[in-house]
Nanobody, 110 residues
Framework: QVRLEESGGGSVQPGGSLRLTCAGS??????MDWYRQSPGKEREWVAG????????EISDSVKGRFTVSRDNYKTTVYLQMNSLKLEDTGVYYC?????WGQGTQVTVAP
């Protein structure tokens, strides 16, 4: 049974940082993604990382501020978010194939 569990969300002021964790189980050797859904907007892709963790992709909207990482062949991925902006507020989801985690809320506010 595939499980994806996000954690690490919270409230932070603009310019602050958060580190999200997605703990996965029940699968192996799959590309993993982060998505987010901001209030009133569609869910958007944020970042993705290869099985080995040596190749990653970052959305232009967060490039230079967010970093995705993963231990080699492991099923836990991280999203380091720095220099957070108001528009980064939303629910952040971990994703593989047809599976989604329950999401973790990130709120950026003064």
């Amino acid at each position: 049974q595939v499980r994806l569990e996000e954690s690490g969300g919270g409230s932070v002021q603009p310019g602050g940082s958060l580190r999200l964790t997605c703990a996965g189980s029940g699968f192996s050797n799959l590309y993993m993604d982060w998505y987010r859904q901001s209030p009133g907007k569609e869910r958007e892709w944020v970042a993705g990382i290869s099985v080995t963790g040596d190749a990653s992709e970052i959305s232009d909207s967060v490039k230079g501020r967010f970093t995705v990482s993963r231990d080699n062949y492991k099923t836990t991925v991280y999203l380091q978010m720095n220099s957070l902006k108001l528009e980064d507020t939303g629910v952040y989801y971990c994703h593989i194939g047809p599976y989604w985690g329950q999401g973790t809320q990130v709120t950026v506010a003064p």
